[in-house]
């Protein structure tokens, strides 16, 4: 256990829906991280947050954003669900100072969109 | 262009025998992380080791070695003495700073290891 916490662990939806994914990181770090694993594409990162403030962006959709709440857990918000939108979505989070190229990652939330 | 290479799609391994998973990463950054990462088909991401650019030596972590040669831009992980739960997908990845002040990650396509008996 990562100690890093992920709901729903699935989701099935319909397209042009929106669903709101819920990350809660490890006791003590800052910084979360959020990636999208598909099929075709493989592991994607899509944001990262430092307490509370975006720090990194990658290939994440304009249909998509995130937040990061003063208590540290984050939010990542799908919209406009397209049937490729269909994936694993992890949350990982990182310890402040030190190794901070270590993630640890939750266990995924499923989201399948029909 | 910053990117994992794992040329490996899959991989045998006999029981108690080491195996060596392979990956090259491409940065023009000097500052960089790079990590290995476990994925059981029950699809957690299982972290195994860290090596940060600048370090000398070669990190280990029980059965986990990374083999870091710098100057060819490889992260090679060993697994030693493998055993049947280590049969699962395997990632690198490597971490560089953004010019925000974060840190984005990309990964590899992924080793799947079979152990066998």
């Known amino acids: 256990d990562s100690g890093v916490t992920q709901t729903p662990k699935h989701l099935i939806t319909a397209t042009g829906q929106r669903v709101t994914l819920r990350c809660s990181p490890r006791s003590g770090d800052l910084s979360v991280y959020w990636y999208q694993q598909s099929l075709d594409q493989g592991l994607q990162f899509l944001i990262q947050y430092y307490n509370g403030e975006e720090r990194a962006k990658g290939n994440i959709l304009e249909r998509f954003s995130a937040q990061q709440f003063p208590d540290l857990h984050s939010e990542l918000n799908l919209s406009s669900l397209e049937l490729g939108d269909s994936a694993l979505y992890f949350c990982?989070?990182?310890?402040?100072?030190?190794?901070?190229?270590?993630?640890?990652f939750g266990p995924g939330t499923r989201l399948t969109v029909t | 262009a910053q990117k994992i290479t794992q040329t490996q799609p899959g991989m045998f391994v006999q029981e108690k025998e080491a195996v060596t998973l392979d990956c090259t990463y491409d940065?023009?950054?000097?500052?960089?992380?790079l990590f290995w990462y476990k994925q059981p088909s029950s699809g957690e991401m299982i972290f195994l080791i860290y090596?940060?650019?600048?370090?000398?030596q070669n990190a280990t972590e029980g059965r986990y070695s990374l083999n870091f040669q710098k100057a060819r831009k490889s992260a090679n992980l060993v697994i030693s003495a493998s055993q049947l739960g280590d049969s699962a997908m395997y990632f690198c990845?490597?971490?560089?700073?953004?010019?925000?002040?974060?840190?984005?990650?990309?990964f590899g396509a992924g080793t799947r290891l079979f152990v066998k008996a």
């Open positions: 990845a490597m971490s560089l700073e953004a010019n925000t002040g974060g840190f984005k990650t990309i």
């Open positions: 090596q940060g650019s600048y370090d000398q």
């Open positions: 940065t023009s950054d000097p500052s960089y992380g």
């Open positions: 990982a989070s990182s310890p402040d100072g030190g190794r901070i190229y270590e993630q640890y």
